[in-house]
């Protein structure tokens, strides 16, 4: 089992709809939980950090976690070709060394 | 502007030559780490440093080596040794008032082929 678990996609919402990414973790003393961005060929950047359950809310963004299902999700409302990206959901390990998940790839059609 | 430089952008390596990417960051940041992403796969770190002079191994260190002798500078050596070198090579850095959120300021990456 991964240590941290993502669906490949790509998965596919239209242009305003509200895109529904998740992930599980093996760890269930984990604390800390991220979510980065990837745009095609280039580097990972921070969108969402989330400690404690129950959901956090940053624009368009939300990241949601449940710990004692082990299970972090991110809800992109009113979708943007822009947000087409590949969505990686990263897990916190003792020193600050985050663990990531494989991504999701993410398409909003116009 | 403050940030991560990694060179080159793209390499080839012939079979049995070492190669070293550099990244040099002016954020003044504590830590820094080498990571690498395969296709479908999601990143693994080979080597961080917390401070200068200091590193550890990270999960895929096999065939890598770092150094750190100067708080901006955390170069990687892909070695002979390693067997499959071919991957998009990312360095990140984080500060030390930034340890608990687990922040990653990324470069843009090194690509990596081997022919």
């Known amino acids: 089992q991964k240590e941290v678990e993502q669906n490949s996609g790509p998965l596919s919402v239209p242009e305003g709809a509200i895109a529904s990414l998740n992930c599980t973790y093996s760890?269930?003393?984990?604390?800390?939980f991220f979510w980065y961005r990837q745009y095609s060929g280039k580097s990972p950047e921070l969108i969402m950090f989330?400690?404690?359950?129950g959901d956090k809310e940053d624009g368009r963004f939300t990241a949601q976690l449940n710990k004692a299902s082990q299970y972090v999700s991110l809800l992109i409302r009113d979708s943007q070709p822009s947000d087409s990206a590949t969505y990686l959901c990263?897990?916190?390990?003792?020193?600050?060394?985050?663990?990531f998940g494989a991504g999701t790839i993410l398409r909003v059609k116009s | 502007d403050g940030g991560i430089t990694q060179s080159p952008k793209y390499l080839f390596r012939k079979e049995g030559q070492n190669v070293t990417l550099s990244c040099e960051q002016n954020?003044?940041?504590?830590?820094m780490y080498w990571y690498r992403q395969d296709p479908g796969q999601g990143l693994r770190l080979i080597y961080y440093?917390?401070?200068?002079?200091?590193?550890q191994k990270g999960d895929i260190a096999e065939g890598y080596s770092v150094s750190r002798e100067k708080k901006e500078s955390f170069p990687l050596t892909v070695t002979s040794a390693q067997k499959n070198p071919t991957a998009f090579y990312l360095c990140?850095?984080?500060?030390?008032?930034?340890?608990?959120?687990?922040?990653?300021?990324f470069g843009e990456g090194s690509r990596l082929t081997v022919l």
């Open positions: 990140a850095s984080s500060p030390r008032d930034r340890a608990n959120t687990g922040e990653l300021f």
């Open positions: 760890d269930r003393g984990s604390q800390s």
């Open positions: 989330i400690y404690s359950n």
């Open positions: 990263a897990v916190k390990r003792y020193g600050n060394k985050l663990v």
């Open positions: 954020l003044n940041h504590d830590a």
């Open positions: 440093s917390q401070i200068v002079n200091d590193f």
